[in-house]
């Protein structure tokens, strides 16, 4: 049986395995050196520096939260293409140009970096920006008067020396509006000590309690406008405002103008979360109208290489060393990795040729450390050595066993022949005919080893022809009738008359006789053998049954084997050569077939052949 080795496991995976870790080391090798000594030129010629275009983005998006077009934008785009060195380039959504670094007429890149438009953007990250698209820059109507600046930075002076009261340090900052509001050392907003009582800017509560309302008039003013503005799309949805839009501030309690407000509903039912997703849609549009006049409109940006000249690679020393030591390093994990694979190889196979040189008589094993190709030729080597000592001690026994069958024959017929030379007895007939059966017996044990003989080496002839299983069960249990009745044992014969064989008929009486023989010997008085011949699929099964004693469970497993007896103690005469079955089982397999024993104690036995069925003759009907 072939034993399957895992795939891991076998030889010629792991040599592909070292090849490529190999093979990718270099690789990786490789690659590291063009990354560190080219990645200046790289990203030049790619435009990767990130941190630039980041830049660029966020001081236009800047100016187009902060003017109403781009009429002045080239000064701008002019000084941030000199500090990045970068090519900059602004055109509309139809490809008008608006600005340009570059000379007059230079062809615009592939595709545009970014999209700049102040009222939808998501590009951004400025605190608000992702929440509305609308980029907290584009103040419009609600930028502060100079008065109203001055009386909140007067609040937030006093909220400041509020908190640092507490020993909490904080600096005043602005939002794009002009609105001041606090932050800590951090940078962080003051929300997270509103409850220390100092709160104001952002609180309506506590500014009202200060004697400070929450919007001013600029922001109130707008404010109004904007309720104006979201009353047509609320009253489309079934809803409106129970009253007028008033200031809140959002996460950041930064930005004043995202308008809180009351709402009524003409459908009392109405999903509460999803009324207020409709005015929030409602109150979005609104601002991007009431903020369109103030904003620039959206715009494309093209981002390229500048004028410079991207750096040439440069094979200095520094990079030379780095290519030898790199070189060096994979030649030396070549030497190292190969070392290792190529000992965990040979240390088996090394193992296994000493074996192979021990003396016979050693019985030497081979030490088995892996389940790959050698590890399995070390277990076969093994076998081998166990089957040869197997066969070594039954070459001994079969030596021993033959000497004995030969001996004790040969020993009687010596010792009368001896005591009717010296006139002790006389050669009456039935000495005669003690010696003539004791010359039988040597013949048969001859006759028995030559044909075991005959098939060990493959040399045994047969002669196949159609035979009746039914006709083959008539002339064996003819044969054996005369002993069967000396024993008082019934002979029976139950055979398909439609059986057929293809078989040598002399090898198969052969085969049966042995089988008839054993039964009727091992079958006590009134019992019964029985031959059965029938189909068995596309073969023919014959079994020879008895109502003996039966064989041993222990027993049953070498009943084919050359001198076994069931009972060491029994004499030729009774328990045979030990050579009939072994001759069944070679007989059987010369014809392709097989023959197995089934026996319960006291139940009897029965031998089952199973052998290929053949085709009657044409002339038989």
Same mark, same amino acid.
């Given at each position: 049986m072939r034993t399957r080795i895992p795939w891991r496991k076998r030889l010629l995976v792991r040599l592909l395995f070292a090849s490529v870790l190999i093979a990718a080391c270099s690789v990786a090798a490789t690659a590291w050196l063009a990354v560190t000594t080219t990645t200046s030129a790289l990203e030049?010629?790619?435009?990767?520096?990130?941190?630039?275009?980041?830049?660029?983005?966020?001081?236009?998006?800047?100016? =187009?939260? @902060?003017?109403?077009?781009?009429?002045?934008?080239?000064?701008?785009?002019?000084?941030?293409?000199?500090? #990045?060195?970068?090519?900059?380039?602004?055109?509309?959504? @139809?490809?008008?140009?608006?600005?340009?670094?570059?000379?007059r007429g230079t062809a615009l890149p592939p595709r545009p970096a970014a999209a700049i438009d102040p009222l939808h953007t998501d590009t951004y990250t400025e605190s608000g920006a992702q929440l509305s698209g609308i980029d907290p820059r584009v103040v419009g109507p609600y930028r502060l008067s100079a008065k109203e600046r001055g009386d909140l930075d007067a609040v937030a002076d006093k909220e400041r020396y509020c908190y640092d009261s507490y020993g909490i340090r904080t600096t005043v900052a602005h939002t794009p509006s002009g609105r001041p509001y606090l932050v800590d050392d951090?940078?962080?907003?003051?929300?997270?000590?509103?409850?220390?009582?100092?709160?104001?800017?952002?609180?309506?509560?506590?500014?009202?309690k200060k004697g400070f309302l929450g919007a001013t008039r600029t922001e109130a003013k707008a404010l109004a406008t904007l309720t104006d503005l979201v009353r047509p799309c609320l009253r489309s949805k079934d809803l409106d405002l129970a009253g007028q839009l008033y200031l809140t501030f959002d996460q950041t309690g930064r930005n004043p103008v995202t308008g809180s407000f009351l709402l009524t509903t003409k459908q009392a039912r109405r999903d509460q979360a999803q009324t207020d997703q409709l005015a929030k849609g409602c109150v979005t549009g609104a601002r991007r109208t009431q903020l369109e006049p103030y904003a620039a409109p959206a715009a494309e940006l093209f981002l390229g290489l500048g004028d410079q000249t991207a750096p040439r690679f440069d094979m200095s020393r520094a990079n030379k060393a780095k290519i030898v030591g790199a070189a060096g390093l994979v030649l030396a994990f070549t030497v190292a990795v190969t070392a290792v694979v190529a000992t965990r190889l040979v240390r088996p196979l090394r193992a296994l040729t000493l074996a192979v040189r021990q003396p016979p008589e050693l019985h030497t094993r081979a030490p088995v450390r892996t389940r790959?190709?050698?590890?399995?030729?070390?277990?076969?080597?093994?076998?081998? #050595?166990?089957?040869?000592?197997?066969?070594?001690?039954?070459?001994?026994?079969?030596?021993?066993?033959?000497?004995?069958?030969?001996?004790?024959?040969?020993?009687?017929?010596?010792?009368?022949?001896?005591?009717?030379?010296?006139?002790?007895?006389?050669? @009456?007939? =039935?000495l005669l005919a003690s010696l003539?059966?004791?010359?039988?017996?040597?013949?048969?044990?001859?006759?028995?080893?030559?044909?075991?003989? =005959?098939?060990?080496?493959?040399?045994?002839?047969?002669?196949?022809?159609?035979?009746?299983?039914?006709?083959?069960?008539?002339?064996? =249990?003819?044969?054996?009738?005369?002993?069967?009745?000396?024993?008082?044992v019934t002979l029976v014969t139950d055979a398909d008359g439609t059986v057929w064989l293809d078989a040598d008929p002399v090898r198969m009486r052969q085969a049966l006789g042995n089988l008839v023989s054993n039964a009727i010997r091992h079958t006590p008085a009134d019992g019964t053998v029985?031959?059965?011949?029938?189909?068995? %699929?596309?073969?023919?099964?014959?079994?020879?049954? @008895?109502?003996?004693?039966?064989?041993?469970?222990?027993?049953?497993?070498?009943?084919?084997?050359?001198?076994?007896?069931?009972?060491?103690?029994?004499?030729?005469?009774?328990?045979?050569? %030990?050579?009939?079955?072994?001759?069944?089982?070679?007989?059987?397999?010369?014809?392709?077939?097989?023959?197995e024993a089934a026996s319960a104690p006291g139940s009897g036995a029965e031998f089952t052949l199973r052998l290929p069925a053949g085709e009657a003759p044409a002339d038989v009907s």
């Open positions: 030049e010629e790619q435009g990767q520096d990130l941190a630039a275009d980041n830049k660029i983005l966020a001081q236009l998006s800047g100016y =187009a939260a @902060d003017h109403p077009d781009w009429s002045g934008v080239r000064h701008t785009v002019s000084a941030l293409a000199a500090q #990045t060195g970068r090519r900059i380039a602004l055109t509309t959504a @139809d490809r008008t140009l608006i600005a340009d670094s570059a000379v951090d940078g962080t907003d003051t929300s997270a000590f509103r409850s220390i009582g100092c709160g104001g800017l952002d609180d309506p509560l506590m500014a009202m790959d190709e050698t590890g399995l030729l070390a277990e076969a080597f093994n076998d081998l #050595t166990e089957r040869r000592e197997r066969l070594e001690e039954q070459r001994k026994a079969m030596v021993s066993d033959i000497a004995h069958e030969l001996r004790s024959p040969l020993t009687n017929i010596r010792g009368w022949l001896e005591v009717t030379r010296d006139g002790v007895v006389d050669p @009456d007939p =039935a003539h059966e004791e010359a039988l017996l040597l013949q048969r044990i001859i006759d028995d080893l030559q044909d075991l003989a =005959a098939a060990d080496a493959g040399t045994l002839r047969m002669h196949r022809e159609p035979v009746r299983a039914a006709d083959l069960f008539e002339q064996v =249990a003819a044969a054996h009738r005369v002993a069967a009745d000396a024993a008082g029985t031959l059965a011949a029938r189909r068995d %699929g596309d073969g023919v099964r014959l079994t020879v049954a @008895d109502t003996g004693k039966g064989i041993a469970p222990d027993d049953l497993p070498h009943v084919f084997e050359r001198f076994w007896r069931a009972e060491k103690s029994r004499s030729r005469r009774t328990g045979g050569s %030990g050579l009939g079955l072994p001759i069944v089982r070679h007989l059987v397999a010369a014809h392709d077939g097989t023959v």
